[in-house]
Every structure is written in structure tokens, then in C-alpha cells.
T-cell receptor
């Protein structure tokens, strides 16, 4: 019954590899997000999708590519992983855009070695 | 992207002491939200404040929105070890939504 589920929970990979993180929400929300949380716990938005359309694309290397096959799913693909990509990545969703309560997934801890 | 400052960045308190974190913006806000993230967990929505001067309470937690809608505070009375975690404000300016830098609370039993 998890509202926003992310897989995998942990991901350890070598530099240069390509990896994907999947996110699904069963709340019926129409907006989904990807956030990156660094070691200092700062939460930085990466992407926002509303009804499968890209709304926000902050300054993120183009090695990061989101894909939303439908409004319940938002996946994140990362090419050519670098050490600096190590972080916790959170998926979140909300009903509508803007200042509405977010529901976060449990996060994916990515470690690049 | 914009960084929203919260102070303090870290706070250690003895169990039973009070705790307050502040969130400050240079611009007028339409509303503000507060989230709590337990160690190893994910941010969980606590509350949203909309009106100027609004005060809301949740048990030992008191949330306040400034009269000018440029700042907010979260106060915890008589902290318990279950209060440990990082508290984030999240605010909306125009069509952008930002999380604060967070305040990490440690409660010493």
C-alpha cells in the first residue's frame, strides 16, 4: 500500500556505468518530481512532470534523463555515472503544481565508486 | 536554484528542553510548508501555513507564519527522543517551490 515507491533502495555502481531508478505513485496525483539530497541534506529539485509533461528542469547535467510513461510513473536514467552523483534521490508526488503537500518516496541511495 | 536559509543548521538539546527552528525569506510568500525527515528516512509533510500571522499546533509542535509572510518558525516544547531528525521548511515564491537548508535536531536522553 506504499503511496510513492522507488526502486531500488540502494544502488552501488562503478563510475561510467548507466543506471535507472524507478518511481511509481498510487495516489492519483498528477505531478511527480525528482529531488537530489546531498551529504549536507540539502534537497534540490531536479525535474518536475505534470501529466507526463516536463514542467521543471533545473540545471542538471544532461546525463540525467527523466521519463514519464504515464502520470503514475516517473523514472530517472543516469548515463556515465560520476563520483559526484553519489547522493540520495527522492521521488515525490503532489496533486497539482505549486505549493501543495508533497508525498515522498523512501529514497534511493546511490553510491558511485 | 534559490537557497532558503534555516537557522540553526544543527541543534543539540537535552530531552525535555524546547527547540525552535526559523525559516527566513527575502520575498513575500504565498504559503509555507514544514516537513520532518527522520535519520535514514524521507521527508514527511507536517503542516501548511497560508495566512499572515497564522499559528497552528500539533501536540507539542507550534508552527507560526510571520505577519509579513516572509518568515516562519517551528517550536517544539519539551523535546523527546522521537523528535530527532531534520526539519525543513518549504516555500513557494511565484511558481517556484524551494526547500530550506534544514535544521538537524539531536535530542540527548
Amino acid at each position: 500500500d506504499t503511496a510513492v515507491s522507488q526502486t531500488p533502495k540502494y544502488l552501488v555502481t562503478q563510475m561510467g556505468n548507466d543506471k535507472s531508478i524507478k518511481c511509481e505513485q498510487n495516489l492519483g496525483h498528477d505531478t511527480m518530481y525528482w529531488y537530489k539530497q546531498d551529504s549536507k541534506k540539502f534537497l534540490k529539485i531536479m525535474f518536475s512532470y505534470n501529466n507526463k509533461e516536463l514542467i521543471i528542469n533545473e540545471t542538471v547535467p544532461n546525463r540525467f534523463s527523466p521519463k514519464s510513461p504515464d502520470k503514475a510513473h516517473l523514472n530517472l536514467h543516469i548515463n556515465s555515472l560520476e563520483l559526484g552523483d553519489s547522493a540520495v534521490y527522492f521521488c515525490a508526488s503532489s496533486q497539482g503544481q505549486g505549493p501543495l503537500p508533497y508525498t515522498f518516496g523512501s529514497g534511493t541511495r546511490l553510491t558511485v565508486v | 536554484g534559490q537557497q532558503v536559509m534555516q537557522i540553526p543548521q544543527y541543534q543539540h538539546v537535552q530531552e525535555g528542553e524546547d527547540f525552535t527552528t526559523y525559516c527566513n525569506s527575502s520575498t513575500t510568500l504565498s504559503n509555507i510548508q514544514w516537513y520532518k525527515q527522520r535519520p535514514g528516512g524521507h521527508p514527511v509533510f507536517l503542516i501548511q501555513l497560508v495566512k499572515s500571522g497564522e499559528v497552528k499546533k500539533q501536540k507539542r509542535l507550534t508552527f507560526q507564519f510571520g505577519e509579513a509572510k516572509k518568515n516562519s518558525s517551528l517550536h517544539i516544547t519539551a523535546t523527546q527522543t522521537t523528535d530527532v531528525g531534520t526539519y525543513f521548511c518549504a516555500l513557494n515564491t511565484g511558481n517556484q517551490f524551494y526547500f530550506g537548508t534544514g535544521t538537524s535536531l539531536t535530542v540527548i536522553p
